[in-house]
């Protein structure tokens, strides 16, 4: 192939820090690739595994779940609900045979313009080398054959 | 009238199912006199060439129990659907592969060498491996073709309703038969005999705040007899579980596993679990957290213990034991 692999990355980002600290990155005009697909959530909190599994099911090759410093969550601690969750899922994941770089948990404020495009350009790169999950016609996800998983 | 004519089917499961039937005890005589049984390998002698010869659509209902793993279920199932009018997924595997539905964390290669060559009390020095043809001095002799997956029976036919369970609690098949037998059907893809709220909800014990700072396996701690389980430490899945099954469990001081299925609006009950269980942990530090997770043994296996097959992410091949 000579065009090179663009990642499908979700981005699920809370509304009162992480969609804020992406406008704020907007507002300072700066680059960063345009990879992630941002869906606003009231909270990271709201965000159920199922969420991140469906997101992957349906075609994203990695996903990003952003939300509030911890003791600064607009529901006091939903982001702390957050960060159990998805300790917990990146845990299971790995069973599933998809590597657990492929979700990943960052903390955004509204003031973290630039913490919020590091999280992208970095991770869209982690994905990258990663390739693209396979998705077989009986609806399987996996991951690239060729590429060595690390477990 | 004519009495309906119903066919009982059992592909890969345990046989549980089989004797769930029969566990509606002496409500079964009064099935059994409103229905004409015209299959069921278990009770009656009847061949598949019989089946085979029956008109389409000749069969009012069938009940069939088990995931689809190998050539055979496979063949029946479709078999079974072109004769049947309704086509029921009776328990926990036809619903969503249940315990068979596990294999899909393995390759087929890897399950024939742990079961036929690995486990401690085989003895198989030559390694022979059973294969869909023997060549015999007496001729050719078949198997059935096992399939690289275990799938829920309504990813290879059409299923018009679903009976939860592993297996479906007495109560559960008495309401499904006779809902059944009513004639007054739910729409089609309803789930029969169970109820439309989380089994949490139903459930006899004291709740207060979740708040778990270790996991115990049920014989590791000594239950308290009244206290919500998961409060205890004790992975409860009644949280993401339909109800309707009678809390059987909880009833024996046994937490609930799952069998009945996600609950109304839930579409993975493995997910769900994991939420569950996740923000019932009593802590904010990242550290601790992963701490009290690591104990949990398996938990993809734990919280899609009875729905594996129904998540479309399970890789092929893969080896959970690597992890």
Not at chain 2, 133 to 148: I, S
Not at chain 2, 252 to 281: E, H, T, W
Request: hydrophobic share 40%; charged share 25%; glycine share 8%.
């Amino acid at each position: 192939m000579s065009q090179e692999y663009e990642p499908k990355i979700i981005g699920f980002l809370c509304r009162w820090c992480s969609y804020m600290g992406a406008d704020l990155a907007g507002t300072m005009r700066a680059k960063y690739v345009p990879n992630v697909i941002p869906i606003k959530v009231m909270c990271s909190g709201r965000v159920d595994p199922e969420f991140v599994l469906q997101a992957i099911k349906k075609g994203a090759d990695g996903v990003l779940v952003a939300g509030c410093h911890p003791g600064d969550c607009h529901y006091i601690e939903g982001n702390y609900k957050t960060l159990r969750r998805m300790t917990l899922l990146s845990q299971a994941i790995k069973s599933f045979g998809i590597d657990p770089r492929r979700v990943r948990l960052e903390w955004v404020s509204a003031a973290e313009g630039d913490v919020f495009v590091k999280t992208i350009n970095e991770f869209t790169q982690t994905i990258k080398e990663l390739g693209p999950l396979e998705r077989l016609s009986n609806g399987i996800v996996r991951e690239p054959a060729a590429a060595g998983v690390a477990r | 009238m004519a009495k309906p004519k119903v066919a009982f089917y059992w592909a890969a499961s345990c046989g549980g199912c089989e004797i769930a039937v029969l566990e509606i005890h002496e409500k079964l005589l009064d099935v059994a006199a409103q229905v004409e049984i015209v299959f069921w390998p278990v009770a009656i002698d009847a061949k598949y060439k019989d089946v085979e010869a029956m008109e389409d659509k000749s069969i009012d209902v069938t009940f069939f129990n088990g995931a689809i793993r190998s050539s055979e279920n496979e063949h029946i199932a479709k078999l079974l659907r072109q004769k049947s009018k309704i086509m029921i997924a009776f328990g926990s595997c036809a619903s969503e592969g249940c315990i068979p539905g596990l294999a899909n964390f393995y390759t087929k290669d890897a399950l024939m060498d742990r079961v036929f060559k690995e486990t401690p009390s085989t003895t198989n020095e030559e390694g022979i491996l059973p294969g869909p043809e023997t060549q015999v001095a007496e001729g050719k002799l078949t198997l059935p073709v096992l399939w690289d997956h275990v799938w829920p029976l309504e990813d290879v036919v059409d299923v018009d309703y679903f009976i939860p369970g592993c297996s479906p609690a007495p109560v559960t098949v008495a309401k499904a038969f006779e809902t059944i037998l009513s004639g007054n059907l739910p729409p089609k893809g309803s789930v029969l005999g169970a109820s439309e709220v989380a089994l949490c909800e139903e459930c006899p014990r004291e709740r207060h705040d979740k708040k778990v700072k270790k996991f115990y396996r049920p014989h590791e701690i000594v239950d308290d007899g009244k206290t919500c389980l998961m409060e205890q430490g004790i992975i409860c899945a009644g949280l993401a579980t339909r109800g309707g099954c009678g809390h059987l469990c909880i009833n024996a001081n046994m937490p609930c596993r799952g069998c009945y299925g996600p609950p109304p609006r839930v579409k993975d009950q493995g997910a769900a679990l994991l939420a569950a269980i996740a923000s019932a942990v009593d802590s904010n530090d990242e550290e601790e957290i992963k701490q009290i997770m690591s104990e949990i043994p398996d938990i993809a296996g734990l919280c899609w213990r009875f729905s594996l097959a129904k998540c479309s992410l399970v890789n092929k091949p893969v080896a959970a034991a690597a992890q």
